[in-house]
């Protein structure tokens, strides 16, 4: 009989990095069900997971809401019938001075990267210890949860909550055979992001503080998931992979 081919969930799917997350674990040998708050945007990385040979399962999911995160979970283990790996990559950013963040604009990244993470991490939790299944959790977290810099703290904040997440998860689950990990990127040039690192003020700027003189790529960012997600990485939990050039070197 042939084995059952692994399975993971990708959140925040329909661009950018998770979106090549996505299709680099299934050209690693993963089904993956990705989601979107609209799934609509899903149709690119869904014919990406097809064309590597893999099952591809469309979710829509909101992470602030616990009820959507009940929802998106068991979507796809309906779907594939367990899941092995989540990938918690969806996130909103905000850059804006802490004196002028509103309420509503403090919540919603809170409850994005942080609260997302955290209902979605629980959900997961509790789908492989009832199945009394080992798994693997990745999230993404960023530099800016490392070091501080003026006029990201929303955002520093909810990604340096996610990186002591990943201790303090990795530590309660290890019994279970789960691995929490998180990986921080520092600058990474997505299609979103083409318009801010091709403003020559702002990639001279960046660029003068990262050792390596680039910008990551996505492709590089999803290599590493690739990597903890693998049996390579049995032994590593509670850890945050730093993916930045050298920026947080300095
Ligand atoms: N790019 C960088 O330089 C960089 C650096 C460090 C860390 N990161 C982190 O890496 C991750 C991906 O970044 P990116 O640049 O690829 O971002 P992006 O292009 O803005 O994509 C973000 C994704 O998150 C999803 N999302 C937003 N709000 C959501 C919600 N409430 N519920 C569910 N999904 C939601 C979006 O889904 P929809 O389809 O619903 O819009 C979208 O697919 C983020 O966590 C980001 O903080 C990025």
């Given at each position: 009989m042939a084995a059952r081919r692994r399975t993971a969930f990708v959140t925040?799917?329909?661009?950018?990095i998770g979106a090549t997350i996505a299709a680099d674990l299934a050209r690693d040998g993963f089904d993956v069900a990705v989601s979107s708050?609209?799934?609509?945007?899903l149709a690119g990385v869904l014919g990406e997971i097809a064309a590597a040979g893999a099952r591809a399962v469309p979710v829509a999911l909101d992470v602030r809401s616990q009820a959507s995160v009940e929802q998106a979970i068991a979507a796809a283990v309906g779907a594939?019938?367990?899941?092995d790996v989540l990938v918690n990559n969806a996130g909103v950013a905000l850059k804006k001075s802490a004196l002028d963040i509103t309420l509503a604009e403090w919540e919603n990244v809170i409850g994005t990267n942080l609260t997302g993470t955290f209902l979605m991490s629980r959900q997961m939790g509790r789908h492989l210890i009832g199945g009394g299944r080992p798994g693997c959790i990745i999230s993404i977290a960023s530099t800016h949860g490392l070091v501080g810099l003026e006029g990201r703290s929303a955002y520093g904040i909810s990604k340096a909550a996610i990186i002591h997440m990943t201790k303090m998860l990795a530590i309660e689950w290890a019994e279970h055979g789960i691995r929490v990990n998180a990986i921080a990127p520092g600058r990474v040039e997505t299609a979103a992001r083409a318009g801010s690192f091709a403003d020559p003020s702002y990639r001279d700027w960046a660029l003068a503080r990262i050792p390596l003189r680039r910008f990551g790529t996505a492709e590089e960012i999803a290599a590493a998931v690739c990597y903890l997600a693998s049996?390579?990485?049995?032994?590593?939990?509670?850890q945050t992979l730093v993916l930045d050039g050298g920026l947080t070197a300095y």
């Open positions: 925040g799917a329909s661009q950018g708050t609209r799934p609509e945007k594939f019938g367990q899941l049996l390579q990485a049995a032994y590593i939990t509670g």
